[in-house]
Every structure is written in structure tokens, then in C-alpha cells.
């Protein structure tokens, strides 16, 4: 098997694969850096809202010791409490008040402030890292949380383990009281307050970039949907319209070229290869209506055939007007049949590559001839044959005219000169006859006187065989004369069908006597036809008795009388079941004196003589004969046409 060579890239193609890399390239980068940097904004913001929500929680955690501070220095001196672990329990929530002011303020690890630094303005302040840019607000929050320290330093500290190592409730509660704990107790409250309100508007913040974030998004997705409907959905929706109207058939719709990309380029191609599949397909019209009025024009029926499958793949116009459906049925159908040929001259001219033709002849009496050649496939293979095929029925009905006037012409010759030395032999010997048969008629007369005589019989016999002979001759004479004096028939109309009836009576007694079964099928609407009854009368009388002649044993007599449209023509056939005629005589039973039957059984005038009688009607007489089978004798008449059946 060959194989094909590999495709070789041109520069084009080249240049497509770089700018379409090029393309996807910049789209996925773009997506890659919008996303890129929306993402690291909003991590951003997360991180600093994590931030501020440590300081938030660490922030109540400093409200709520500061709520428990002065309740655990009044509790510590309540009766029944053990002060040491009393006293241990307060030092470890100092301790934790500590660490939660000492760690806001240092950003110490261990609480989880993560990303703090000192603010430039307020080196003491820490903030989040999460911020932006230290602003007024945080500035200020920062501010009272310094505050706190000191105070809780200068203060509040003092003020409890003071407190502590003072057993006197007055003087305690008189140290407790030089220190405004209360206030300091709500002012920590204030301080966490602003802190979460600092903290929402960064959450509202952040919501506002979401908001806008969504837009963008959005924005970008409706612009990147309308950019890929404008330069990649549509022109690609454009392509297959086309491609969609080029699959149904039709060449004319273009695709707009609205880019210089290789979309662009395809819609460029594609209208390149409509038109010129367009272009190519108007000159194969062009081309199959010059073959199709060629081939309607050329007086013959053409076909194209699959002998193997019977299929017919084309055929030209007549063809169709004949068979319109012949595309869908077997080729044979042409010729009436549901069968296959007998002989099938496409398989002959497909196998010896050559021409062969035959005639077929179908039910209708329509004669074709037929001529196949082998039409050979673009690739060389030889399964179809061409079929051309002629009505030639005018053609064969004229010769068998031509045939049948020069045999009516041969035929009147030899009657002519059998009828004129008939002629001429029976006046001859017509006059020795009658001499013959007066003396005969003398001479019995006066063997009459020898009546007593020993050589009376012996004489008297001989006379009387001289006297049958020459009664024989005269008949012999006055056959020869009826041969040769045909009388013109009569110009009357004549119903067949009474002529039949009126001779067939004739013959009743002798069909009983000889046990031959009769069978009449005579056509009700059979026209009449100009002539004489009585000599077609002859004519059918001859026949029959031929006919009962051949079935000395009995058998079947079938007369028929039919109309024939075609042919204008009435039909009177006569078949018997009897010897029947060989094939080597049935060609000169019309001879005169021309017999089958046995020695003084017949003169073979009868036939001759009815033919010569049907052909001063215009009519035909054939004969159709098969041994032991039995024959029929066909007498075509032409009818007369005021009595023809109206269609």
C-alpha cells in the first residue's frame, strides 16, 4: 500500500500557529495578572482584618479584667478566703493584664499580633500591617491605648497591691477610691468600642472593594463573552452557516471577512471554494443538460445497467416517458417481465469487452433491438453496460408486409400459371372427355341387346369403369377451371360470426357421428367486414373439413372468432386436436395439389383454393401445425370501418 507523504507546514500555516499562540498566550496571561493582583488585594484586607480582630478580642479581654480587678481586691479580704491563693489569683490576672497591654503595645508573638509595626509618627504605637497607611482614627486608638498603660503603671497597679497589703477596709477602700477605677473601667470600654468601629469600616471597606471587585469581574466577563462573539463565536457561527448552506446546496451565500486572523482567512477560503464549486458545478450542468438533450435527441431509449444486480443507474428522457419509476425497479421490467433475461447482452459485452446486441420482443408485440457496450468505471473497474435500444416494430412490420406482399406476389404468379396451363390443359382435355363420355353412354346402352351373351357382365363392367374415370377427369377439369377463374367477391358487409354459425351447422351430424367435441368462442362485439358470405362460407367449410379429416378417432374442433384493434383486423381461427402437419410440409399446404391425405382421400385444390378466396377479400391466411398436437388455420379479414367499435 502507498503511503502518503507527510504534509509539509507553509509559511501561512507558520504564521497562523504564531499569531494564535500569541493570542491565547496574551488572554491567559491578562486572566493571570487580573486575577493575580485581585487576589493579593483581598488577602490583603483579610490579613489586616485578622490583625484588628486580635487586637479587638485582647482589647475585651483588657475591659473584662479591668471589670474584675477591683471585685477580686474587695473579695480578697472577705471572711473564709484563703489570701494566699487569693493573693496568687490576683497577681496572675495582674500578670495577664500585663501581658495583654504589654503585648499590644510590643506586638508580642505569643498573642498572635502577627505583622505589626511601629507606627513613623508614634514609634510607641504599634498598628496592623494589614492597614494601608496609619490613619487619623487608628492614631488616635493607638493613642488611648498608650494611655491605658500609663495609667495602669501609674495607677492602677499601685493602687491594688497597695490595696493588698492594707488590712483596713476604710484605708483600702480610701486607696482604691484615690484612683478613679471606674473610669478607668470605662474608658478601656470606650477604647474597645472604637476599635470595632475602626475594624467595621475596614470590613465595610472590604465589602466595597468586593462590590467593585464583582463589577470588574463582571465587566470582564461580559467583555471577554462580547469579544469572543465578535472575533471567535461569530465568525465561527458565520463559517458553519456557510459550511451548513454549502452541505444543503447553496454555492451563493458568502461569509463576511471581518478579521485578518486565520478566521478571517478560513471565511477568505471558504468563499474562494463555494465560488469555485459553484463555477464547476454550472459547467457539469451545463455539460449533463448537453449530454441529456444529446441522448433525448438521438432517436434511441439509453440506459446505463448493473447486469449483476438488475439495478439501472440512468436513463435518458424517452426511457422515462416509457418507465418513469425505471430507476427503482430491475431492468427487465422494461421487456413486461418478472424474471431475468434469458440472455443478458450487458453481462456479454461487460465479459468479452465488447459490443453485443438482440432483439426482445414483449408481451405487446413491440420489437426492440437492443445494443450493450461495456462503460467502464473512473477507476477502470467493468461492472455497468450501456443499454441502446430501438423500436423497431415498424421496421419488422414492414418487412414481414414486404415478405408477405412478394409471397401473395409469388404466390398470385404460381396461381396465375398453374391457373392459366389448368386452363389451357382442361379445355384440351375437355372435348376428348366428352366424346369419351357419349360413346360410353352409347355403348352401355346397346349392351343392353347382350344380355343373354356370356360377355354381357364382363362388358358391361368395363363400359361402366370407363364411364366413372371420365366423371372423374370432369371433376379434375372443373377443379383446374375453379382454380384458375377466381370470382371477385362481393363488396357487402358480412357478420362473421352468422357465416361461422350457418357453416358449423352443416357439419353437427357428422361431429356426433365421429364423436369430435365442438367448442365455439365467438367475440358478441366483432365488427363486420366487406366481402361474400358465401365464398368465406367456402372457405370455412374447406377448413373444417380438413380439420375433421385429422381426427378420424374423434377429438376437439375449436372455431374462434376475435377483433384485433392494431391491426384493424377481424381474426377467424379453426384449431383441431388431430395428426397434426410436419415442419417439412407445412410450408406448401397452400400448394396446389399439395395433400397429406392418404391416395384418393384428396386433390390439395381445397386449401389453395381458400386462399386464393381470402386473398381477393384482402385478407391472410396462415397455418400453424405441430405432429400429434393437432393445427390451426388463422384467417385475418379487414373489417369494415363504419362498423368498427367506437373507443
Known amino acids: 500500500m502507498k503511503m502518503a507523504a507527510p504534509h509539509q507546514e507553509s509559511a501561512r500555516e507558520k504564521k497562523f500557529r504564531h499569531i494564535l499562540f500569541w493570542k491565547v498566550s496574551g488572554i491567559l496571561l491578562l486572566i493571570l495578572a487580573i486575577e493575580g493582583g485581585v487576589t493579593g488585594t483581598v488577602l490583603y484586607f483579610l490579613y489586616g482584618l485578622k490583625g484588628d480582630a486580635h487586637v479587638i478580642n485582647y482589647a475585651g479581654h483588657l475591659r473584662w479584667r479591668s471589670y474584675e480587678m477591683p471585685y477580686l481586691v474587695n473579695r480578697h479580704f472577705a471572711e473564709g478566703i484563703d489570701r494566699d491563693a487569693s493573693r496568687r489569683h490576683i497577681e496572675e490576672r495582674l500578670k495577664e493584664f500585663e501581658n495583654i497591654l504589654y503585648g499590644l503595645r510590643d506586638s508580642n508573638s505569643s498573642l498572635g499580633l502577627k505583622g505589626v509595626k511601629a507606627s513613623q509618627q508614634m514609634p510607641s504605637v504599634v498598628v496592623p500591617l494589614a492597614a494601608t497607611g496609619t490613619l487619623p482614627g487608628e492614631e488616635a486608638l493607638w493613642a488611648r491605648l498608650t494611655n491605658h498603660i500609663n495609667k495602669y503603671e501609674e495607677g492602677v497597679k499601685p493602687a491594688i497591691i497597695q490595696a493588698l497589703n492594707t488590712p483596713d477596709a476604710e484605708e483600702r477602700l480610701t486607696i482604691l477610691s484615690s484612683y478613679d477605677m471606674p473610669g478607668y473601667v470605662m474608658d478601656v470600654n470606650q477604647t474597645v468600642k472604637l476599635f470595632s468601629e475602626e475594624s467595621n469600616k475596614k470590613v465595610a471597606r472590604l465589602q466595597i472593594f468586593l462590590f467593585a471587585y464583582l463589577g470588574v469581574i463582571i465587566a470582564i466577563i461580559g467583555a471577554t463573552h462580547f469579544l469572543a462573539w465578535a472575533f471567535v463565536e461569530r465568525p465561527i457561527l458565520e463559517v458553519h452557516r456557510g459550511m451548513q448552506a454549502l452541505v444543503k446546496g447553496d454555492l451563493r451565500q458568502k461569509i463576511p471577512v471581518r478579521t485578518r486572523d486565520e478566521v478571517g482567512e478560513l471565511a477568505k477560503g471558504f468563499n474562494v471554494m463555494a465560488g469555485t464549486i459553484e463555477n464547476q458545478l454550472k459547467e457539469i450542468r451545463s455539460d449533463h443538460e448537453r449530454l441529456n438533450n444529446i441522448l433525448a435527441n438521438m432517436g434511441c431509449l439509453v440506459r446505463v445497467i448493473n447486469p449483476e444486480t438488475h439495478k439501472v443507474s440512468l436513463q435518458n428522457e424517452p426511457l422515462n416517458t416509457i418507465i418513469p419509476d425505471g430507476l427503482k425497479r430491475p431492468c427487465y421490467n422494461l ?105 360410353s353412354d352409347v355403348l352401355l346402352k346397346k349392351v343392353d341387346t347382350l344380355k343373354d351373351t356370356p360377355v354381357y357382365e364382363e362388358f358391361k363392367k368395363g363400359l361402366t369403369e370407363i364411364k366413372d374415370a371420365s366423371k372423374r377427369c370432369e371433376t379434375v377439369v372443373k377443379d383446374l377451371l375453379r382454380l384458375s377463374r377466381v370470382p371477385k367477391p362481393e363488396t357487402l358487409p358480412v357478420y362473421i360470426n352468422e357465416t361461422l354459425e350457418h357453416t358449423l351447422n352443416v357439419f353437427v351430424p357428422q361431429l356426433k357421428l365421429l364423436k369430435i367435441q365442438f367448442v365455439k368462442e365467438f367475440s358478441p362485439t366483432l365488427p363486420k367486414v366487406l366481402g361474400s358470405s358465401g365464398q368465406l362460407e367456402t372457405v370455412f367449410m374447406n377448413v373444417i373439413s380438413n380439420a375433421i379429416d385429422a381426427m378420424p378417432e374423434g377429438g376437439t374442433l375449436t372455431v374462434k372468432s376475435m377483433y384485433i384493434p392494431a391491426e384493424k383486423k377481424v381474426e377467424i381461427s379453426i384449431t383441431d386436436t388431430g395428426c397434426g402437419i410436419s415442419k417439412k410440409d407445412l410450408p406448401y399446404i397452400f400448394n396446389p395439389y399439395f395433400t397429406t391425405k392418404p391416395p384418393g382421400r384428396g386433390t390439395g385444390i381445397g386449401l389453395s383454393s381458400a386462399l386464393l378466396t381470402v386473398q381477393s377479400h384482402r385478407g391472410t391466411m396462415e397455418a400453424d401445425s405441430e405432429v400429434g398436437r393437432g393445427t390451426t388455420i388463422k384467417v385475418r379479414l379487414p373489417v369494415h370501418q363504419s362498423t368498427l367499435p367506437r373507443a
Open 335 to 439: 421487456w413486461k417481465r418478472d424474471y431475468e433475461c434469458d440472455r443478458c447482452v450487458c453481462s456479454e459485452a461487460i465479459r468479452n469487452n465488447a459490443h453485443r446486441w438482440k432483439e426482445e420482443i414483449t408481451p405487446e408485440g413491440v420489437v426492440y433491438e437492443v445494443h450493450a457496450f461495456p462503460f467502464p468505471n473512473p477507476d477502470g473497474t467493468m461492472i455497468n453496460a450501456i443499454e441502446v435500444i430501438r423500436d423497431i416494430t415498424a421496421k419488422r412490420r414492414m418487412e414481414a408486409e414486404v415478405e408477405e406482399s412478394r409471397m401473395q406476389v409469388l404466390q398470385s404468379q404460381k396461381m396465375a400459371a398453374i391457373g392459366s396451363l389448368s386452363s389451357g390443359v382442361a379445355h384440351s382435355i375437355n372435348n376428348p372427355l366428352s366424346g369419351i363420355n357419349l360413346f
